[in-house]
Every structure is written in C-alpha cells, then in structure tokens.
Nanobody, 116 residues
Framework: VQLQASGGGLVQPGGSLRLSCAVSGFTLDYNTIGWFRQAPGKEREGVSCISGSDGSTWYADSVKGRFTVSRDNGKNTVYLQMNSLKPEDTAVYYC??????????WGQGTQVTVSS
C-alpha cells in the first residue's frame, strides 16, 4: 500500500492550493482517507476525512468553509482543495489511510507554506 501526496507549495495569504493523494495497493471504494498536518513544534492534527464508499466527509473546525475534500475512485485519488489560506495553515500535509490517528498507512507529506 502506498500513498503519494503532492501539490504543496508557497502561497500568499488568501490564496489557494489543491493537494492530491494518489493511492495504490487498495481501492478507495471500501476505505477512508484522511488529511493530517503538522506544523513546526506542534502535534499532528486531523484536517479532513472522506469515505471512499459514500463520499461522506469530516472537517476540523479550523478549516470548515475553506477546505473541500473530494475523491475520484476511478483514479484512486483523493484531493484537498484549500482556499482562503492563512499563515496558520502552514504545515506539512499528509494523507493517510484509514482516517484515524494513528493511521495504518501514511504518505510522505507535502509542505504548504502560507506567507507574504
């Protein structure tokens, strides 16, 4: 099982980024995928989850209304659209399966930096 996260980068406050998590070794149809993040000096925290079977979602309060998680089961890929980014969103973002902490499988992480 492998999860490959990508799409991070440097963006100004108020900007947007879309992260992708390509999954191999199992299908999304019967699994949940989570996005987590870890800022320097802070604990890893859950950001969002999506069910591969019914598409139900969960968001941390800090990102509700700004982030949107989605999945493409045909491509075995999960996305995290991040809008209205704030400096406090700066962190390394990880995708993981299943959506719980600790998860069984983790991607390698992608850096998101929000700064002017």
């Amino acid at each position: 099982v492998q999860l490959q996260a990508s799409g991070g980068g440097l963006v100004q406050p108020g900007g947007s980024l879309r992260l992708s998590c390509a999954v191999s070794g199992f299908t999304l149809d019967y699994n949940t995928i989570g996005w987590f993040r870890q800022a320097p000096g802070k604990e890893r925290e859950g950001v969002s989850c999506i069910s591969g079977s019914d598409g139900s979602t969960w968001y941390a309060d800090s990102v509700k209304g700004r982030f949107t998680v989605s999945r493409d089961n045909g491509k075995n890929t999960v996305y995290l659209q991040m809008n209205s980014l704030k400096p406090e969103d700066t962190a390394v973002y990880y995708c993981a399966a299943p959506c719980r902490y600790p998860a069984d499988y983790w991607g390698q992480g992608t850096q998101v930096t929000v700064s002017s």
